[in-house]
Nanobody, 118 residues
Framework: QVRLEESGGGLVQAGESLTLFCKASGKIYRLGAIDWHRQAPGKQRELVARISATGKVTYADAVEGRFAISRNDSEMTAFLEMASLKPEDTAVYYC????????????WGQGTQVTVSP
């Protein structure tokens, strides 16, 4: 069974760092684009960062210069390194990936909570 699972969330203080992990498992031929999204209480889910299959990255303005997305296809894993965290970064973070199984299909993880205290 193909699945996507996030980990690495937790409670940190403002200014600290945290790294999130997104692990794909199951019969997967290859990974496509991978995104990180987040949803804060009472707000819509928003795109935080994206990395294409070729490694091109894009970021939301709110996290540009503080967050870094990367991937290791041999480990079927993507990462979101978050630095200089702010209370407004508090949200549930979700990973979305296009996986070839063998046809291309989008998968979402269950989310991981990140809480940044003042």
């Amino acid at each position: 069974q193909v699945r996507l699972e996030e980990s690495g969330g937790g409670l940190v203080q403002a200014g600290e760092s945290l790294t999130l992990f997104c692990k794909a498992s199951g019969k997967i031929y290859r990974l496509g684009a991978i995104d990180w999204h987040r949803q804060a209480p009472g707000k819509q889910r928003e795109l935080v960062a994206r990395i294409s299959a070729t490694g091109k990255v894009t970021y939301a303005d709110a996290v540009e210069g503080r967050f870094a997305i990367s991937r290791n296809d041999s480990e079927m894993t993507a990462f979101l390194e978050m630095a200089s965290l702010k209370p407004e970064d508090t949200a549930v973070y979700y990973c979305r990936a296009t996986l070839w199984t063998p046809g291309a299909q989008d998968y979402w993880g269950q989310g991981t909570q990140v809480t940044v205290s003042p």
